[in-house]
């Protein structure tokens, strides 16, 4: 299996007629490697040692709608965003979908295409291409016929890819220019401007022979390309919010062995107030709290998260190049490549502490206690306070007990919960002596592991206070202290009188 994951949640686990497969969701990218979806479920399930759990996803949550560029309210001349190799034409008539945060998800989907379409050109050159089209699973062995291959060349044998939701082209464009190796393009949208606006940029940037524009639903591209000579090796899906009603069409048109390329931007209903859209949606329920990062209220992924040998490669391929976001790749690939890929999930350290009611420990100093009781400790790529790790919870408890025990708390403090864990006994001898390898690469480097706001100020923005009203004064006056008024019971039609009268003895008190 090829995968790489970067935060993820995992969001449903499905069942579907000719595959199965989890659905996982993240602020960064999954790669999926499709399981053969014609085999039998049992084979299935043995394929990938866990029934109900065949494919990951890639996905990125980030809040695209915060940052997305649409300049024709600023100026009616047409504008050039420049973004790796590909150079995209605004036409200021029209209403062209970019957004500038999600380069980092461009720039590693564009690193990640270019080692899928090097195995794939590897294999085809040492004949190793058989009939069911395994070529992604296996590994150049004496050929490297892809170090030879040009960016923005085409080759027969080469990647055929589907953009599914193209919008501008951008990812397209940049695909064509900047991995070797490829066949073919379709640059897909189901909005006319966004067709327009992509066939403009094919021409503009000169990759005609590779890149084709598309003008239809995405479902009705993937299922038009089912029939096994017609599917493409990677497909990439990068809606608006939640992708999983593409997802049973792109199962179908990705190729076996091939990968499936999955945006989301729906984190406000993924990690948010509103169970029940998430459900109908993804099938399972949010949970909003510390854990949402990880798991959503249903059943979890619990096996390696990443390939480290593709992490490894990925690592070293993108020195290569000139990422325009490098600084991050390689903070989080870093990260990745650290992370215990055993231990699903994670512990925050302010949280822990928070239920005692103690101070926060410094990160160092509980990875040190950690190692020296003999277990192994990481990171998450998803928070930076968190703690993975092997060692039962009770260690962590007697960690923080003993680390209470340094720093105690006033006994106000202590309430049930936190007397009911500081009174317990030790198990073990918590030693927390700061040792050099607790202290992982990656921070030592400092290394741009966790994501940073990209842009000044960058976030939900705040409620609109625009009134369409003309008298906006008025409404102010009248709606001064509006949510100070006391509410009235909610009393039957025979009590409100009752009340009325009880309200006045109150009030001549
Ligand atoms: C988030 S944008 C894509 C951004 C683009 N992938 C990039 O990296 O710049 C989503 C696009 O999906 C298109 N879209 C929405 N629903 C669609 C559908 N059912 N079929 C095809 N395109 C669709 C929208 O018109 C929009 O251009």
Known sequence: MKYLTINYHILFCRLIPRSIFVYIISDAIYYIKKINIFGKMDNLAKDINLANTPLKINVESQQKSASCVDKT???????IIKEGAAEIVVLSSK???????????RDLSVA????????????ISNGRRKQTDKTLEEQPKNCDLAKTLIAGVKYENGLNILEALSASGLRSIRYAKEVPGLNSIVANDISEAAVTSIRANIAHNDVNHLVTASHSDAVLVMYQHRRYQDRFHAVDLDPYGCPSHFLDAAVQCVSDGGVLLVTCTDMAVLCGNTPETCYSKYGSISLKNKACHEMIGGPIWSGPLHDTDFVVRLSKHIHTSTFGTLRRMEGVLAVISEELNDVPLYYTMDRLCSIVRCQTMSILSVRSAVLNAGYRVSYSHANRMSIKTDAPMYVLWDIIRYWESQNPIKMERRQNVSEAILSKKQTI??????????NPESRQLKLVR???????????????TTCVQENKEEKRIANQGKKKKKRKPDLGPDKQETFKILKQDDEDM
């Open 95 to 105: 209403n062209v979908f970019y957004n500038p945060v999600q380069e980092f998800n």
């Open 450 to 464: 966790f994501q940073e706001n990209p842009l000044r100020y960058w976030g939900p923005g705040t409620r609109s």
């Open 112 to 123: 990640v295409l270019t080692l899928i379409s090097e195995d794939h050109n590897n294999n």
């Open 73 to 79: 309210t600023e100026s009616d001349a047409p504008f």
């Open 429 to 438: 001898k918590v030693d927390m002596t700061v040792r050099e390898d607790a």
